[in-house]
Structures are given as structure tokens and as C-alpha cells.
């Protein structure tokens, strides 16, 4: 069993940062393709970037481009995402995401096996 826990949402106030991080706990595969998702209140679940064990990084959404990072911690079995300029608009539930042995670029949410339980994002103007 693999679990998935986020944690560093909370509110900031428009141009502010955050910094979320997932950590995966369980059963240890070798190799995990994994994303960031989000889902504002009233709109479909967004994916914002992928990223495999080795590092390879994707940007899903054109509006996080040039102001999110994707990165990982092998080691620690930990994701992160790395938010700065951050604007009203990005107000979400923010969601990690896990597929052993997965590969590809920005792969749908219907792609993933586990998930997160969610983490609130609130950016002020």
C-alpha cells in the first residue's frame, strides 16, 4: 500500500510563495512517474507538471510556466513544487500524484494509481 501525503499550502498574498511537498510512504517501487494536480472550486482537476524518478520535468499548464518548479528528492521519497509569483488565479485544492514504473509527459489524472488527500492553496490579491 502506498500513501501519499502533501503538506505547505495555506494562504499567501499575491506575488508570495510557497513551497509544497509530497512525501510517498509505503511500499518502496524502484521507479514512480509523478505529477501535480490542481482543482479549483467549480472546475475540472488540472494537471501542472510531471516529473520521472530521473528527473525529467514537464510543465503541463502554460499559466504555472516560469514560476513553478517540479523537483524531487529521491532519497527522501519526497515531490515537490516549488511556487513563486503566485496570483489569485492559482487558488486551488492542490493535489500530488504517483504511478510506479509510469513514463511520458503530462499524463492525464486518469494515468495515476494513488493519490494525496489534497492541499489548500489561497492567494490573496
Known amino acids: 500500500q502506498v500513501q501519499l501525503v502533501e503538506s505547505g499550502g495555506g494562504s499567501v498574498q499575491a506575488g508570495g510563495s510557497l513551497r509544497l511537498s509530497c512525501g510517498v510512504f509505503?511500499?518502496?517501487?524502484?521507479?514512480?512517474?509523478m505529477g501535480w494536480f490542481r482543482q479549483a472550486p467549480g472546475k475540472e482537476r488540472e494537471g501542472i507538471a510531471t516529473?520521472?524518478?530521473?528527473?525529467?520535468?514537464?510543465y503541463c499548464a502554460d499559466s504555472v510556466k516560469g514560476r513553478f518548479t517540479i523537483s524531487q528528492d529521491n532519497a527522501a521519497n519526497t515531490l515537490y513544487l516549488q511556487m513563486n509569483s503566485l496570483k489569485p488565479e492559482d487558488t486551488a485544492i492542490y493535489y500530488c500524484?504517483?504511478?510506479?514504473?509510469?513514463?511520458?509527459?503530462?499524463?492525464?489524472?486518469?494515468?495515476?494509481?494513488?493519490w494525496g488527500q489534497g492541499t489548500q492553496v489561497t492567494v490573496s490579491s
Open positions: 516529473i520521472y524518478t530521473g528527473g525529467v520535468s514537464s
Open positions: 500524484a504517483a504511478q510506479p514504473y509510469g513514463a511520458g509527459y503530462c499524463r492525464p489524472a486518469s494515468y495515476f494509481r494513488y
Open positions: 509505503g511500499y518502496a517501487y524502484v521507479n514512480y512517474y
